[in-house]
């Protein structure tokens, strides 16, 4: 890689020596565009655009876990990965020497597919995982800089954890819940809140159904057993189910999100299989009771419907009276119940809205990045000092 001698002396000014170090080390393709956002004076931008051009879909983490190490060494921290999987590491980082912290901010690096880039209209920022996620992992990274910038925060008062796997099992999580040695007092969780703090959210109850039937000519359906026609009943019952509700969070919520069935438009299908997943406002333990109920029921005359539970959880409540900020109810599910440590307080709180999360017009605007770095440093020093 070349540099012009005048770009590296403005460069220079900007980052400092050692960070620029680093970012020569860095793959050509992501150094170019981060220059390019340092020599405008902005690292928040810089740093979000950064970390949403690196396709980091579930299972694919690595590139952005190791710009993590590197962005971040560079920055002054001790910075520690953890191997949750082959080519999947967390990142664990805090000033000096000293693991245990008071305050932990914490999110994830994964996203859901499909990756689409990153581009700018106006004041919004598009691509996969500039609000879900990586807006959240930017300005947690920047406002806890900046407080030990500042020298408002010292070694010892803050670490930051980034963890694999939140879209899908919360592996990361949960391999730092049992292997990480560090303690905390309270945690900040990051993930989008509209810049308000979460009071809660709802639990979750995935599941996948199987239904095995006997394939015939579809001209002799009495010669089958069809599993498409199972499945389709047994959904309906579930979709229809009477489910706990909650006075906060509200009514739980029942998606069929994938489903896989049948061989042919002529065959009586021999299999069918479908993934749900409840997004459970009170009482787990009763819908997962509700659909055995559902289940049992359906299988008095073939035996032929099969219910493989993957995860159950409760719904969560959080800390959320804090001095200037507003406080709202989520209806997704966090990270939150796999960091089962003892704290003081928990927190939830983030950029941008959900309500774009995950969908192919996913955004965050400039101003929503730039106030929670605000929220972030505040929130901080209200947990450190009071």
Do not use: C
């Not at 080390?25 to 004076?41: C, R």
């Not at 706990?244 to 739980?252: I, K, R, V």
Request: charged share 20%; no cysteine.
């Amino acid at each position: 890689m070349k540099f012009h001698l005048a770009t590296l002396s403005l460069v220079s000014i900007t980052l400092g020596a050692s960070i620029l170090q680093n970012l020569i080390e860095l793959p050509n393709q992501l150094t170019t565009g981060f220059i390019q956002f340092q020599n405008s004076q902005d690292k928040l931008l810089s740093l979000h655009k950064y970390l949403v051009e690196i396709n980091s879909v579930t299972g694919g983490e690595l590139e952005v876990a190791d710009f993590l190490q590197k962005y971040l060494t560079s920055s002054g921290l001790t910075v520690e990965l953890q191997q949750v999987e082959p080519n999947r590491q967390n990142v664990y980082a805090y000033f000096g020497s000293k693991k245990d912290a008071k305050v932990l901010l914490t999110t994830h690096i994964d996203t859901v597919p499909p990756y689409f880039p990153y581009t700018v209209k106006g004041d919004k920022i598009f691509g996969r995982g500039s609000v879900d996620a990586k807006a959240s992992v930017a300005t947690q990274i920047l406002s806890t800089l900046e407080l030990y910038e500042n020298g408002e925060i010292q070694n010892g008062d803050v670490a930051l954890l980034f963890v694999v796997g939140e879209e899908y099992n919360g592996v990361g999580m949960r391999y730092a819940n049992d292997h990480l040695d560090a303690n905390w007092d309270h945690v900040i969780f990051g993930e989008p809140t509209e810049g308000k703090l979460g009071i809660g959210h709802k639990g979750v109850y995935h599941f996948d159904l199987k239904v095995t039937g006997k394939a015939s000519h579809s001209g002799y359906p009495h010669l089958g057993i069809d599993a498409n026609k199972k499945l389709i009943d047994v959904l309906h019952r579930i979709v229809h189910a009477d489910l706990p509700t909650d006075e906060l969070l509200g009514n739980s919520t029942i998606n069929p999100g994938l489903i896989d069935a049948g061989v042919a438009g002529n065959v009586v299908s021999p299999i069918a299989k479908a993934k749900i997943l409840i997004r459970v406002s009170n009482d787990a333990a009763k819908v997962s009771e509700i659909i055995d109920e559902i289940i049992k029921s359906e299988n008095e005359e073939y035996h032929n419907v099969e219910l493989f539970p993957e995860q159950l959880n409760e719904p969560e409540y959080l800390n959320f009276t804090v001095p200037g900020f507003e406080s709202t109810v989520l209806a997704y599910f966090t990270d939150v119940p796999n960091l089962q440590r003892s704290f003081k307080s928990r927190y939830l709180y983030g950029p941008g809205t959900i309500q774009v999360a995950h969908s192919a017009n996913e955004f965050v605007t400039i101003g929503e990045l730039r106030d929670a770095i605000v929220g972030y440093k505040d929130l901080t020093k209200y947990l450190l000092h009071n």
